[in-house]
């Protein structure tokens, strides 16, 4: 079964009779199902499983742009969302991280990570907001392009 991904090219749907597994080999995602599980299960599964994967991503990468940047999060969590890649809480500094964050590229997420940190300066996307962007991250333009010729959706799978 083919299914569509929006970050891997293939996804493939398995039987199996222990538990539910997800795994990426090459450009595949191959998740294993157990026989009978209902979709709503799966879906869940698979929701899951991208949840965990966004978790490490933003463990490994936030670090890394507070250190760059001076600025810290004091807490952040992982949301879907279907109109925005991220968003902040000022007052608390805290940053929620869109989902399906997890099918983009880590650049895609490094993006994001830095232009909320930067709304704990700034609150608007003025001159000044821009020009720490840029100060930054010189290519941002090029990955909110790419992100934004995504359409935000649910990561499907028909099975
Ligand atoms: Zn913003």
């Known amino acids: 079964m083919v299914l569509d991904t929006g970050g891997y090219v293939l996804h493939q749907v398995e039987y199996g009779t222990s538990k539910n597994m997800l795994v990426l080999s090459g450009n595949k995602a191959i998740l294993t199902v157990r026989k009978g599980s209902v979709a709503g299960q799966r879906d869940n599964f698979v929701r899951e499983w991208y949840?965990?994967?966004?978790?490490?991503?933003?463990?490994?990468?936030?670090?890394?742009w507070e250190k760059?940047?001076?600025?810290?999060?004091?807490?952040w969590q992982t949301k879907y969302m279907t109109?925005?890649?991220g968003t902040c809480n000022m007052?608390?500094?805290?940053?929620?991280?869109?989902?399906?964050?997890?099918?983009?590229t880590p650049k895609c997420l490094?993006?994001?990570?830095?232009?909320?940190l930067l709304h704990f300066i700034e609150k608007n996307h003025?001159?000044?907001?821009?020009?720490?962007?840029?100060?930054?991250?010189?290519?941002?333009?090029e990955i909110k392009r790419e992100l934004n010729g995504q359409i935000l959706d649910f990561m499907e799978w028909h099975v």
């Open 91 to 104: 007052a608390k500094r805290k940053i929620w991280f869109n989902l399906q964050l997890a099918k983009k």
């Open 68 to 75: 760059l940047t001076g600025l810290k999060c004091d807490g």
């Open 110 to 116: 490094e993006y994001v990570i830095l232009h909320e």
């Open 51 to 64: 949840r965990g994967l966004l978790k490490d991503e933003v463990a490994r990468l936030l670090p890394k």
């Open 126 to 141: 003025n001159e000044h907001f821009l020009s720490l962007m840029d100060k930054y991250m010189p290519y941002w333009r």
């Open 83 to 85: 109109t925005r890649w």
